[in-house]
């Protein structure tokens, strides 16, 4: 743990945003390391990772909810959007994460959500895109957003680019309070190992396979451990019928060999250590109902 000064501050800090702003991305680059997956599809994020970032001020303990749900109104959205609100009253502090120069309907219905007694800072991402440029116009888009909430500040940055990150840590230090550090200095995440490798390749599914997402698919750790200092790791991609197969394997195996290279440098980098990585793809059918029924639940 690192030693505690006085005035040392630590808290929760949730980053919300409707899909594809960048709150992944953000986190990774808030605590400097991969453990939340990006991709350009919306809902990637089905689990609450939780990002630490820890310096001789503070710590900052970032959990990346999986989020409102923004597409259509019933009842059970309106029942897991108010467990969200529940869960976001009990940080410290909330990053409201929108796009600059783009504020749609589904923004709006984050927005209104928020709970009335935590602080949210707006953070305007993606300022490197060439829409973002002309500060006159980013300005009155910022002060558009400004006056539908009672933001407690407000800062702009690139996820992306890692553009002034640190300026968004000082903004949400002072909101966090005083305190001892809740985990070790050296620990980026609560997450397991085994967690984050299934992630990653996850992460790499979605990018590769596109459109051609078997809707029922999920990734399943078979075996990890580690000898000699390389992790092995297993790891099954589970498809509901074997016509599926087929569209993650590609031709000649292409598809899954590119899957699986980036996903070890991915991990060989985060677990920083050798990594002997097989993926391959499995049938399990009669499970993709429980599936659809688990993603409509958000889980
Ligand atoms: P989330 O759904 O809010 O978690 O969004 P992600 O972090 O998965 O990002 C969605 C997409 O936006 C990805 O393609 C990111 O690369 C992209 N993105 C995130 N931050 C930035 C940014 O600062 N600039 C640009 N140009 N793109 C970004
Ligand atoms: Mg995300
Ligand atoms: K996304």
Same mark, same amino acid.
């Given at each position: 743990f690192p030693s505690v000064r006085e005035g040392y501050r630590c808290g929760f800090i949730a980053i919300v945003g409707r899909? /594809?702003?960048?709150k992944s991305t953000l986190m990774n680059h808030l605590i400097g390391q991969k453990v939340s997956i990006t991709s350009k @599809?919306? $809902? +990637? +994020?089905r689990n609450r990772v939780t990002g630490i970032y820890t310096c001789d001020t503070a710590q900052f303990v970032f959990v990346d909810t999986p989020?409102?749900?923004?597409d259509h109104r019933n009842a059970l959205n309106d029942r897991l959007n108010q467990n969200v609100t529940e869960a976001l009253g009990g940080v410290d502090v909330i990053v409201f994460v929108v796009e600059a120069m783009r504020f749609t309907e589904a923004d709006r219905t984050v927005m209104k959500q928020l709970p009335p007694h935590t602080p949210v800072i707006l953070a305007v991402n993606k300022i490197d895109k060439d829409k973002a440029k002309d500060k006159a116009a980013l300005q009155h888009f910022i002060d558009g957003i400004r006056a539908g909430f009672d933001f407690a500040a407000c800062e702009v940055v690139s996820a992306k680019h890692g553009l002034r990150i640190a300026n968004l840590l000082e903004t949400i230090e002072p909101f966090l309070p005083e305190g001892i550090p =809740? #985990?070790? *200095?050296?620990?980026? +995440? *609560? @997450?397991?190992a085994r967690f984050l490798a299934m992630e990653i390749v996850r992460e790499k599914l979605f990018r590769y396979l596109g459109?051609? =997402?078997? #809707?029922a698919m999920n990734v399943e750790v078979e075996q990890f451990d580690e000898q000699e200092g390389i992790n092995h790791i297993y790891i099954a991609v589970l498809v509901d @019928?074997? /016509? $599926?197969k087929p569209m993650v394997i590609g031709k000649g195996g292409e598809k899954l060999k590119k899957i699986s290279t980036e996903a070890r440098l991915d991990m060989e980098k985060l677990f920083g250590c050798k990594v002997f990585l097989k993926v391959w793809v499995k049938v399990k059918s009669g499970w993709a109902d429980d599936v659809r029924f688990l993603n409509e639940l958000g889980l």
């Open positions: 899909p /594809n702003v960048g @599809k919306a $809902q +990637t +994020t989020g409102f749900q923004t =809740l #985990y070790p *200095d050296d620990m980026v +995440t *609560d @997450k397991s459109e051609e =997402l078997p #809707y @019928k074997e /016509n $599926q």
